[in-house]
């Protein structure tokens, strides 16, 4: 993989509002995506990810520091950036009155090249199963996402910035978009992917950058994030939860924050499941439910210092 | 610039020529077939007779004997009617340039599009004024075809020149709503401006007009009302700075808006 950098942020802030109602939305942001990589870029609601996907697409201007994409100022050259990138944004609105076909014939013109984007939307059409001689208010909101898709990528843009790409799209869906951005990478183009569900992240991403309340926490590779992988356990019993056993759990090094209510334990686990399963085998087990970690609960384990335990 | 946007705009609102245009054209028939008998309008002259002069004044009858003419009747009740539809009519293109746009999101895919803010506010502005100028356009000649019809007594050089000369002013209320949104950043918020812009200026006009003195010219001036005299074609006062002056400041609020949009945040 090349090392040459597609985006390049530096110190890269954002506020809005002004005096006692200001808010910091990002904080000296310094980032720096390569080319052909997929980068996943992580955080809860409200981190400042759409802020910084808006800032480089020149919708909102920065409270200070910069950024360039292709080695181009995203302020003073966005128009010749534009003709470069596909965009996707988290909250896809389009004109509601109008046709798939006539949305995409619009942009494709405005992109200037009409005949030949719209031979690649019929395909990406097709491939996603999207129905584009529907008027966009007849467009369930997973069909609006396709659509959304199709005008981020039918120019094969160099570079594809994706706000929450997979929402709202059924899973056989997901597996053919996972399949498309695979495809993207193999051609050595780069795609900047914000998400908060993890299992995308880890299925299609590089490396991902973790934000959190505007700052940047880490930038690492899907592989080393994701060995902190812990899960919650469930554990229902039929009737009582059996004696000791709160006091048993309590003792393993892979168990921690265990809870008890009523018939039911909660606990954090991670490893192997055999020295719990041995522990509750007094009990008659109704249930056993396994919940995967948020990101944010990944991110903490990560990064406050408990890593070294759970591993 | 493309021409892209201005096509897309045109494709997207051009009924509004025909609802518009149509709608007034109506209105314009009605008080052609009204301009049809003499009896009526003397009589209404009549009644006006009756009223103080600042009364009559304030609703832009200045000349009554003006009134019991043909032309003197179409175009001072058309217009000063039609003015006032065509100015809902600009205030809601005002909004489409790109207040609506950007409060429904639909902004963001725009300009992620290789085209600049100025290049699409531009093309924008430019499309929602042919739209406006097909529908003066429309109305004209739907009135001129009932005056025709209906072997009205009007010279038909006057009626046209006289409902053409609300565009400059229909563009005025465009620009200045696309500016106020553009500020104000709330479709809801540049609305109630926009339609105060328009109350104010028809009160300052009637007013100006009722009143004597250097305070009500004043006010008077500052109304585009006050520029939209077709009177002024029928006794042969019109004095094209007047359009000029709308023009002018029809080009001040562009180069506003144009000044804030591009430099502005979209969508906050």
Redesign the interface.
């Known amino acids: 993989m090349a090392t040459e950098s597609v985006i390049e942020i530096s110190g890269l802030s954002k506020t809005y509002g002004s005096g006692s109602k200001q808010t910091l939305a990002l904080n000296r942001l310094d980032l720096s995506v390569r080319r052909g990589e997929i980068f996943g870029y992580l955080g809860p609601n409200g981190a400042g990810k759409t802020t910084t996907i808006r800032l480089l697409l020149d919708l909102i201007r920065p409270s200070a520091g910069s950024a360039s994409i292709f080695g181009m100022d995203i302020r003073a050259d966005s128009v010749e950036i534009h003709r470069r990138i596909g965009f996707l944004p988290g909250e896809l609105s389009l004109w509601e009155g109008r046709t798939g076909d006539q949305i995409i014939h619009y942009v494709a013109s405005v992109r200037g090249d009409t005949r030949g984007i719209a031979k690649h939307a019929d395909e990406l059409a097709e491939r996603l199963d999207l129905d584009k001689t529907k008027r966009v208010r007849d467009l369930s909101s997973g069909n609006k996402r396709k659509l959304g898709l199709v005008i981020a990528m039918m120019h094969s843009p160099e570079l594809l910035i994706l706000d929450e790409p997979t929402g709202g799209l059924d899973p056989l869906v997901q597996q053919t978009f996972h399949d498309m951005m695979e495809e993207y990478r193999a051609k050595g183009k780069t795609v900047f992917l914000s998400s908060h569900v993890l299992s995308e992240v880890q299925a299609i991403c590089d490396r991902v950058g973790i934000l959190r309340d505007g700052e940047l926490k880490a930038v690492e590779s899907v592989e080393k994030i994701t060995n902190v992988e812990f899960n919650w356990v469930d554990v229902t019993f039929r009737d009582a939860v059996p004696a000791g056993l709160q006091q048993q759990l309590d003792n393993m090094p892979s168990i921690t924050d265990v809870s008890t209510n009523g018939t039911r334990v909660r606990m954090r686990m991670i490893g192997d499941f055999d020295p719990l399963l041995r522990a509750i085998s007094g009990g008659y087990v109704e249930m056993l439910h396994v919940e995967e970690p948020s990101l944010e609960e990944i991110f903490l384990a990560f990064y406050s210092g408990d890593e070294e335990k759970l591993q | 610039m493309?021409g892209?946007?201005i096509g897309?705009t045109l494709r997207?609102s051009w009924k509004q020529i025909l609802y518009w245009g149509a709608g007034l054209g109506v209105l314009g028939l009605y008080i052609d077939f009204i301009a049809m008998s003499p009896d009526i309008i003397s009589g209404y002259a009549d009644l006006l007779k009756t009223m103080p002069p600042a009364v009559l004044q304030a609703f832009g009858a200045s000349d009554i004997q003006l009134l019991t003419t043909a032309e003197g009747w179409i175009v001072s009740v058309f217009v000063s009617e039609a003015a006032i539809f065509l100015s809902v009519f600009a205030v809601m293109a005002g909004l489409n340039i790109t207040a609506n746009d950007e409060q429904?999101?639909?902004?963001?895919?725009i300009?992620?599009?290789?085209?600049?803010r100025a290049a699409y506010l531009l093309e924008r502005w430019i499309g929602y004024a042919l739209i406006g100028l097909g529908i003066v356009v429309l109305c004209a000649l739907i009135t001129l075809a009932g005056i025709i019809g209906m072997n009205v007594d009007a010279p038909h050089d006057v009626i046209l020149k006289s409902i053409l000369n609300m565009y400059p002013a229909a563009l005025l209320v465009m620009t200045v709503t696309s500016l106020l949104a553009t500020i104000l950043r709330r479709r809801t918020v540049a609305i109630a401006v926009s339609a105060a812009f328009v109350v104010a200026s028809y009160i300052f006009n009637a007013i100006g007009a009722a009143a004597g003195g250097a305070f009500a010219d004043l006010m008077k001036s500052v109304s585009y009302f006050s520029y939209i005299n077709g009177e002024a074609f029928v006794i042969g006062t019109y004095d094209p700075a007047d359009s000029v002056i709308v023009l002018v400041a029809v080009l001040v609020g562009f180069a506003l808006s144009l000044k804030m949009f591009v430099?502005?945040?979209?969508?906050?």
Do not use: F
């Open positions: 493309s892209i946007v897309n997207t429904s999101g639909v902004m963001d895919v300009l992620s599009l290789p085209i600049s430099s502005r945040d979209i969508g906050v």
